[in-house]
């Protein structure tokens, strides 16, 4: 208990200093809402407006989770199959290298165009695409880079490639599996958020942001920003414990 307080204390001391410096910075130069909200604008807005933030923080969670279990799903199966037939791999690599490089900004006007925008479909295509690749590439590298001992041992005992794949390449892909997901779960909520601000439901945190923002509230839109840091930590924080809770000994491997 001891040590944990003592590695959670540091942040939350530098926390509460830079918050400090904020509101006296804001308040010393009187410094504009519309250039830089206090903190203690921000708060009153969070805190008067909670439904508000979680009824949005809900709607844009609900879509970054669809899109990182299907954007999951395929990553992992892709990587299976690319693990097992080299065309696959020297296919799916650079496509998904390409569909990765491609800007959100550019793929949600399309897919809006391609679906109903009304939908929650755009939006979920757009995150499932940009969870695919960290997926794809992290599982992959963990079922190839196996150790060659290990590999040559079971291909002495004549181990069939379904075994091989069960006893030796899927235990090592799983550090690389949770590796992958801690990128893609925060990746998630970004992809879901910066979706948001280019039409269709109004419900969700990009669209309340867009929307305070043109309507001068200032601290609320700020407020809403605070909702979204604060989804994309649950999200990473619960990939930790999942990783924590199934597989233990992988964060053990990461503290020796």
Known sequence: ??????????????????????????????????????????ASNFFSDVGLMWAAALYTGTTALLGLMFGTVLGILAALLAQRFVVVNNLVTPLAAGLAAVPIIALTPLLNNMFNITS????????????????????????????????????????????????????????????????????????????????????????????????TAYGRAWAYVVASIILGLLFYLTVLALERWTAPWTSRSHHN
């Open 1 to 42: 208990m001891g040590q944990r307080l003592r590695s959670v204390w540091p942040p939350v001391l530098i926390a509460v200093v830079l918050l400090a410096a904020w509101q006296l910075l804001v308040v010393i130069q009187d410094i504009k809402p519309y250039l830089l909200p206090a903190p203690s604008l921000i």
């Open 120 to 215: 929650r479909t755009p939006r979920v295509l757009v995150t499932v695409i940009i969870v695919f690749f960290p997926m794809f590439v992290n599982v992959t590298r963990g079922l190839i880079q196996v150790q060659p001992v290990q590999l040559e041992l079971m291909r002495s005992m004549n181990a069939r490639p379904r075994t091989v794949l069960r006893a030796l390449r899927v235990p090592n892909a799983i550090p690389f599996f949770f590796t992958g997901l801690k990128i893609a779960a925060p990746l998630a909520v970004i992809a879901a958020l910066v979706a948001e601000y280019f039409g269709g439901p109004q419900s969700g945190l990009g669209s309340r942001i867009t929307s305070a923002a043109a309507n």
